[in-house]
């Protein structure tokens, strides 16, 4: 759960990761008690080893079709994002994770328990080609 907006529910990951194509992440979300105060921007970022974002989507839900502060009392959201490799991109072990942040701030958004603002959505293999 992600303070005042809601729960990321689920993923759909593809089952081959590789350089050649940018990776679909289909989040599933799940709104709070109330549609949150701010239009929230969502983040799915792939990282390396090292902890660097190697790979990221950024946009609000659903393509800017269904912002956060449009969300009913646990209305289930599909939310579609193409990742975009970076520079530091190779084949390997990664990580993937979601979020929110506030695009004015760039503040990201704290999962209810105090423990992280991302959700880890789990490990990946980036084949070469």
């Not at 959201?77 to 991109?89: C, W």
């Amino acid at each position: 759960m992600f303070n005042g907006v809601g729960s990321l529910i689920g993923a759909n990951l593809p089952e081959r990761w590789s350089l050649e194509n940018p990776p679909q992440v289909e989040l599933i979300w799940q709104a709070g008690d109330s549609a949150a105060s701010t239009a929230y921007t969502v983040f799915v970022q792939l990282l390396d080893a090292e902890g660097r974002v190697i790979a990221q989507s950024d946009s609000q839900p659903s393509s800017g079709a269904r912002p956060t502060t449009g969300w009913r009392q646990d209305e289930i959201i599909r939310d579609l994002h193409t990742l975009q490799y970076n520079e530091f991109a190779v084949p390997g072990s990664a990580i993937l994770i979601a979020g929110f942040y506030d695009p004015l701030t760039g503040e990201r958004v704290q999962l209810a328990d105090g423990s992280d603002f991302a959700a880890i959505l789990g490990d990946v293999s980036i084949q070469p080609s």
